[in-house]
């Protein structure tokens, strides 16, 4: 049985608290905040988990195994260095931290002591980004053409990072995910309320070889989308997380070029239109497959899905945005 700890039981903590108990692997041993109040919630529903307001209690506790880390970003990498000098695996609310500098120290130190450090990319772990992974992947798509994702919604405005570094990181890890490649530049432009304020709205172009993709965020808009499509050759994915049953559809749609015998340098164009159909995804809670996922690491039976290179190839793009929101969009190479 693995031991947990959990640095952060504010918005996103409770639910990793819930998902780390109910695992078969794993068990709750503290939990830490500095809020009171927090932790008389905890106290209440788990009354045999211990409680501090001291992170550094936990880090050095010896009855913890690992250390789950659901803090404000700029928090991540000191908290995660510690955990990692203690000898705890680590998993990381993302994005895993502030600067690549910063990932790649901790990648580093975990591979050093032979630690676990994985990135809660969330979404990597819902059966329908697995399903569209697969299909992406297979023969019958095709050749990829296209990736484009709407992430929008009236949301609360963060003070510490830019619509791109609290939305788009979904959409981004989303993207390496399915796609399995790197792309060798990205071009963003944004704006904000008043100069020095972090982008409330940004769109960003990033290029790969023989494709594209364009990632739009906004924390200002009266609807709200969670929107992706994949274009292949062969197949085309609609892929929407507000839907309740149908979240992947396939449409065996595209186009077929072809040249004349006339005139090779004259085009065709031909419209090809098939069947729409929606594949079975599995509903299982993306945490609880994110848990069980972290402990079957430590354990050495798997390979972290949403490890140390998946957290540094997004941060590195992370990076690269913010440079090219500065430029007005000019590309930043990767």
């Known amino acids: 049985m693995i031991s947990v700890g959990v640095i952060g039981y504010g918005y996103w903590g409770p639910n990793l608290v819930r998902n780390f108990m109910s695992n078969k692997s794993t068990v709750v041993h503290m939990v830490c905040d500095q ?20 992170a550094d ?33 680590v998993l990381i609310e993302k994005p895993i931290t502030s600067t690549s500098a910063e990932a790649q120290l901790l990648i580093d130190e975990a591979d050093r002591r032979g630690l676990v450090v994985m990135v809660d990319h969330t979404f990597v772990y819902t059966g329908a980004v697995r399903k569209m992974h697969e299909l992406v992947q297979a023969d019958d798509f095709g050749d990829l053409r296209y990736y484009d994702s709407t992430r929008v919604n009236l949301g609360i405005f963060q003070s510490d990072v830019n619509v791109v570094w609290d939305l788009a ?4 890890s989303i993207m390496s995910y399915v796609l399995g490649r790197s792309p060798n530049a ?8 008043r100069p020095g304020q972090p982008e409330y709205a940004a769109f960003l172009t990033l290029f790969f070889d023989n494709t594209i993709a364009h990632v739009n965020v906004n924390w200002l808009s009266p609807v709200k989308i969670r929107r992706t499509l994949v274009g292949g050759t062969k197949k085309m994915i609609v892929y929407d997380d507000l839907e309740t049953s149908e979240k992947i559809k396939v449409y065996d749609k595209g ?17 090809r239109t098939g069947d729409m159909w929606s594949p079975k995804v599995d509903d299982l809670e993306a945490l609880a497959v994110e848990a069980a996922h972290f402990a079957a690491c430590i354990n050495g039976t798997e390979q972290p899905i949403s490890g140390g290179g998946a957290a540094m190839e997004l941060i590195r793009i992370l990076e690269a945005a913010d440079q090219s929101l500065l430029s007005n969009g000019a590309p930043v190479a990767l």
């Open 57 to 89: 209690d936990l880090i050095k506790s010896p009855y913890v195994d690992a250390v789950v880390i659901a803090t404000p970003v700029k928090s991540h990498f000191a908290l995660a260095m510690a955990a990692l000098k203690a000898g705890k695996h």
């Open 186 to 193: 990205v071009s963003a432009t944004g704006h904000s309320n």
């Open 35 to 54: 809020d009171q109040m927090r932790l008389a919630r905890v106290s209440s529903i788990y009354p045999a988990v211990q409680l501090t307001t001291k």
């Open 255 to 271: 186009i077929l070029v072809s040249e004349t015998l006339d005139d090779v340098h004259k085009l065709l164009i031909s419209y």
């Open 169 to 172: 990181v979904h959409d981004l």
